[in-house]
């Protein structure tokens, strides 16, 4: 299956990241030194994707912008001779071929997902949410493009999650996949039977959450457009799936990799100390800073313990 275009909805207004996103959208909150927008699509260009759909929303051009040239501040480090930060700012704009296309109204993923079809066309698609940041041997999307090759066939990235946190994720039911079904690599193949977003934990038909990556073919644009408002008065992506599941077979991929929920706090902080650690050039560094407030941290205890004991 030839994918050429990956779909990022980022009109998102990341609330629970206020105040940091009061003025700044969200994904261009940065994850060391790159911001989370640009990981998502470093992801997509590993898998061989090179084009880019942005859905964005009014006042969040600085997406687009980071996307662009910017030859004043070029010409300024190249006369400064920093080549590093020369070819860092220069990779953002090479990376891919980036297109935009607003979202109007905040009505749902769907409709942000439906807003990008002009730019699409006929073709299966890669989608997006960049706030799920994955990190692993094998790109995340990748994984998904060969599931989908291989069962030509729409596919999504799901995710075992506490049951306590059902509600915060499209959940699905899923069947067994054959022997002769099963994909390449090293994650879990399920065939998918039914989805629902944000159940309560005690209805929850599984604990098996959607994760933001998905190979949609082009059909479940029309489908969209009949999909109703649902949880939350908005019209929900795994809805749009339901129709689809109707029509033709739709996979799940428990897929290989770490994932960091970067539209919240503690898992964007997460994301950031990851990373760092993964870095040859500041890593080491960093790992020896976490070690000393670690044992600081802990020989703090231990007094504030045998001061209570005396
Ligand atoms: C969206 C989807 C949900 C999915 C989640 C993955 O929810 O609606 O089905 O499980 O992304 O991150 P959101 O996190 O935007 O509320």
Request: aromatic fraction near 4%; charged fraction near 20%; hydrophobic fraction near 45%.
């Amino acid at each position: 299956m030839k994918v050429r275009r990956a779909v990022f909805p980022v009109a998102g207004r990341g609330t629970r990241m206020l105040p940091a996103t009061k003025a700044l959208p969200k994904v261009l909150l940065p994850v060391v030194d790159r911001p989370l927008i640009q990981v998502g699509v470093e992801e997509v260009v590993a898998a061989g994707v090179n084009e880019v759909v942005l859905v964005t929303a009014s006042g969040q051009q600085a997406i687009e912008d980071h996307f662009d040239a910017v030859p004043l501040l070029e010409a300024t480090l190249a006369a400064e001779r920093k080549q590093d930060l020369l070819e860092a700012v220069r990779q953002a704009t090479e990376l891919a071929t980036v297109m935009s296309v607003r979202q109007h109204e905040p009505r749902g993923l769907a409709d942000a997902v439906l807003a990008a079809a002009p730019l699409v066309g006929d073709e299966p698609f890669v989608v997006v949410l960049p706030d799920d940041m994955i990190c692993g041997a094998v790109p995340c999307t990748r994984q998904l493009l060969d599931v989908a090759t291989a069962h030509n066939a729409g596919v999504i990235a799901l995710q075992r999650v506490p049951r306590a946190e059902t509600d915060r994720y499209g959940i699905v039911a899923t069947e067994p996949v054959g022997a002769g079904e099963r994909p390449p690599g090293a994650g879990v193949l399920h065939r998918i039977v039914d989805l629902v977003e944000k159940p309560d934990p005690a209805e929850a038909p599984s604990t098996l959450a959607i994760v933001g990556r998905y190979v949609l073919p082009p059909r479940i644009f029309p489908l969209i457009e009949q999909t109703p408002p649902g949880y939350g008065g908005e019209i929900q992506l795994p809805d749009a799936l339901r129709l689809l599941l109707a029509e033709q077979p739709l996979y799940g991929y428990e897929f290989t990799g770490r994932r960091f929920d970067c539209g919240q706090l503690l898992g964007h902080l997460q994301a950031n100390v990851s990373m760092a650690l993964d870095r040859p050039d500041i890593g080491p560094a960093f790992a020896a800073f976490l070690r000393e407030t670690l044992a600081a941290m802990a020989a703090g205890n231990a007094t504030g313990a045998s001061k209570e004991q005396a």
